[in-house]
């Protein structure tokens, strides 16, 4: 599995930004997907994650009500939308997926992901 992460760019806060990570898998449906990220000396942290059908989503409390994540299973991507970006939100976003048998099951730890992509950086400048 290969994930290619990408959408990341420098904005004012306030702004926004919609990250997309390109999933090269057979069957993409079979796969939870999330998204999480890591400031400059500071550890990992899980954003968001989404079961395999896209049906449910599942926030980190900084996340909740100003990043959504979504998924496009015909085109193998999951994309996560940054709205109202602040300073602290800077942090290289890195996408990452699990096959589950499980259809409503969503991963919010590391530990649980199989597969990452590169990450792609956010810069958010007051």
């Known amino acids: 599995v290969q994930l290619q992460a990408s959408g990341g760019g420098t904005v004012q806060a306030g702004g926004s930004l919609r990250l997309s990570c390109a999933a090269s898998?057979?069957?993409?449906?079979?796969?939870?997907m999330g998204w999480f990220r890591q400031a400059p000396g500071k550890e990992r942290e899980f954003v968001a994650g989404?079961?395999?059908?896209?049906?449910?989503?599942y926030y980190a409390d900084f996340a909740k009500g100003r990043f959504t994540i979504s998924r496009d299973n015909g085109k193998n991507t999951v994309a996560l939308h940054l709205n109202g970006l602040k300073p602290e939100d800077t942090a290289v976003y890195l996408c990452?997926?699990?096959?589950?048998?499980?259809?409503?099951?969503?991963?919010?730890?590391?530990?649980?992901?199989?597969?990452w992509g590169q990450g792609t950086l956010v810069t958010v400048s007051s």
């Open positions: 989404i079961n395999r059908s896209g049906g449910s989503s």
């Open positions: 990452a997926a699990r096959s589950t048998a499980y259809v409503r099951r969503i991963y919010h730890r590391e530990t649980e992901y199989d597969y």
């Open positions: 898998v057979r069957t993409f449906n079979d796969y939870v």
